[in-house]
C-alpha cells in the first residue's frame, strides 16, 4: 500500500491575488489523484477571486516538496512577494521541479529561475515579462515550455496542459489519459496558444450562402473541398468561387 512518504509531493505557493481557474485546475489534476500527496501552501488566508482559502501548510512546505506549482496571479504589474520569490528560490536549489501556470512565470522570473531558458506565459502579457526580464526567452506561441526541472505554461486553460504534461512525464501516457478522461478534456493538444477565433462567425442570413454554415460547422473535423461545398450549395465549382468571394 502507498504512503504519504512514498508519494511524489505536489506544494501549490499560493497567495493573495491568485487566479481562481488555474487553482482549481492543479487541484483538479493533482489533488484528486491518489498518486500525490497535493499541499496549498502560504504564509496565511490567501483571497483568490471571490473567494478566502486557508492554505494546508505554510510556506516552508515547498522545501519538502517534488513538485511545486505557482499558478497565476491578476496584477502582473506589482512585485510578487518577496517570501514567496524565496520559497521557490530555495525549493528549486534545493532540487524541486517547479512549473508556473499561466502568469505565474513573473513569480518564476522574479526568483532568477528562468534566466537563459525560454518560457511562456498568457498571449496578452508576453510582452510584459520579455521587457520586464530581457534574460528570458519568452515564446508567446507555444502552450507550455518544458525545461527539465523549470516549466512554465501559457494563458488559463493552457495550465491544464502543462499538468497533464506532468503526470505524463511522472506515471506515463495512460495516467495522464485516466486523468484527461476522469475531468472530460483531451489528454494532449497540438498547437499553440493561438487556439481562438479572431473574427467573429457571421451573423447576417442575407448571403446566398448562409444557408451552409450550418452545414460546414458540423463537418470540421472532415476535409471539406470545394467541390464538396459546390454540391452541398448546388452549384458548380466556378459558381461558388464566383459566390464565396469577397
Known amino acids: 500500500m502507498r504512503t504519504l512518504s512514498d508519494m511524489h ?35 496565511e488566508a490567501v483571497r483568490v477571486g471571490r473567494f478566502l482559502l486557508e492554505p494546508d501548510a505554510g510556506l516552508d512546505r515547498l522545501a519538502d516538496a517534488h513538485t511545486v506549482l ?17 520559497a521557490v528560490r530555495a525549493a528549486h536549489a534545493r532540487g524541486a521541479r517547479v512549473a508556473s501556470l499561466c502568469t505565474g512565470a513573473f513569480v ?20 510584459v515579462l520579455a521587457a520586464r526580464y530581457p534574460r528570458v526567452a519568452v515564446d508567446p506561441d507555444v502552450l507550455y515550455v518544458d525545461n527539465g526541472r523549470v516549466l512554465t505554461s501559457a494563458g488559463k ?4 496542459d502543462l499538468c497533464l504534461h506532468l503526470v505524463r512525464t511522472d506515471h506515463g501516457p495512460s495516467a495522464a489519459n485516466a486523468v484527461a478522461r476522469r475531468l472530460v478534456v483531451p489528454p494532449h493538444r497540438a498547437g499553440g496558444q493561438a ?21 460546414i460547422t458540423a463537418r470540421l473535423d472532415q476535409p471539406l473541398t470545394v467541390e464538396d461545398l459546390a454540391r452541398q450549395a448546388n452549384l458548380s465549382s466556378a459558381t461558388w468561387a464566383a459566390t464565396s468571394g469577397p
Open 157 to 160: 486553460a493552457a495550465a491544464m
Open 195 to 215: 487556439q481562438f477565433v479572431t473574427t467573429p462567425v457571421p451573423t447576417r442570413d442575407d448571403h446566398p450562402l448562409a444557408a451552409l454554415l450550418p452545414w
Open 9 to 43: 509531493a505536489v506544494a501549490l505557493a499560493a497567495t493573495d491575488g491568485m487566479l481562481s481557474f488555474e487553482l482549481t485546475i492543479a487541484t483538479e489534476v493533482f489533488g484528486e489523484n491518489p498518486r500525490y500527496d497535493f499541499a496549498v501552501c502560504g504564509r
Open 108 to 127: 518564476l522570473a522574479a526568483a532568477g529561475l528562468l534566466d537563459g531558458l525560454r518560457a511562456t506565459t498568457h498571449w496578452a502579457h508576453t510582452d
Open 70 to 86: 505557482v499558478p497565476g496571479w491578476a496584477d502582473v504589474d506589482a512585485d510578487p512577494p518577496a517570501d514567496l520569490v524565496e
